[in-house]
T-cell receptor, first 114, second 114 residues
Framework: KAGVTQTPRYLIKTRGQQVTLSCSPI?????VSWYQQTPGQGLQFLFE???????NKGNFPGRFSGRQFSNSRSEMNVSTLELGDSALYLC?????????????FGPGTRLTVL | DQQVKQNSPSLSVQEGRISILNCDYT??????FLWYKKYPAEGPTFLIS???IKDKNEDGRFTVFLNKSAKHLSLHIVPSQPGDSAVYFC?????????????WGLGTSLAVNP
């Protein structure tokens, strides 16, 4: 079974631009969660999608948004990029919604904002 | 407000000895706990979990202990191997309405020296 894939793996943007990151979950998994990882803040939960519906949301501004498609693939969008958005963005999939289930992580997208 | 705390940012252990990684939490509503391991340039991978109805769960070289009265859990790795060198994240899950929320610690970087 293929693992979670994320594209692109690396991205460089400038302040004010917007970016879209993509995540393909493990086949059969319907839940996709997004996280931001920075050195001083650990893993910060962004949101979770299950069956195309946002189930949970973290404490991020509205510039961060996401969506999930009928095939469970998910995209995350960040508008009006700020320097502080530079981070590793991780996507995780699980069979069911709810974080008590084991999550399988992708390799992440390293975003650098200049 | 860091609800899940891993107070040791780093730990260094000799190969063959025991590694003990600690995690404290503040909210008694957490009822499920997970440990993940992360290598550089990869997403975290699930290691082991424990439900709040148990006080110990063992899987090979990895054992997680839960002390609910102290709101403390620990991950023991015996014997430690150089390949165990990674960042270890503790995560705690609680139910909120019909959903679950997962809160992550900041991680402990383990170095196992040959």
């Amino acid at each position: 079974k293929a693992g979670v894939t994320q594209t692109p793996r690396y991205l460089i943007k400038t302040r004010g631009q917007q970016v879209t990151l993509s995540c393909s979950p493990i086949s059969g998994h319907r839940s996709v969660s997004w996280y931001q990882q920075t050195p001083g803040q650990g893993l910060q939960f962004l949101f979770e999608y299950f069956s195309e519906t946002q189930r949970n949301k973290g404490n991020f501004p509205g510039r961060f948004s996401g969506r999930q498609f009928s095939n469970s693939r998910s995209e995350m969008n960040v508008s009006t990029l700020e320097l502080g958005d530079s981070a590793l963005y991780l996507c995780a999939s699980s069979l069911l919604s709810g974080s008590a289930n084991e999550q399988f992580f992708g390799p992440g997208t390293r975003l650098t904002v200049l | 407000d860091q609800q899940v705390k891993q107070n040791s940012p780093s730990l260094s252990v000799q190969e063959g000895r025991i590694s003990i990684l600690n995690c404290d939490y503040t909210n008694s509503m957490f009822d499920y706990f997970l440990w993940y391991k992360k290598y550089p340039a990869e997403g975290p991978t699930f290691l082991i979990s424990i439900s709040s109805i148990k006080d110990k769960n063992e899987d090979g070289r990895f054992t997680v202990f839960l002390n609910k009265s102290a709101k403390h859990l620990s991950l023991h790795i015996v014997p430690s191997q150089p390949g165990d060198s990674a960042v270890y994240f503790c995560a705690a899950s609680k139910r909120i309405g019909n959903n679950r929320k997962l809160i992550w610690g900041l991680g402990t970087s383990l170095a196992v020296n040959p």
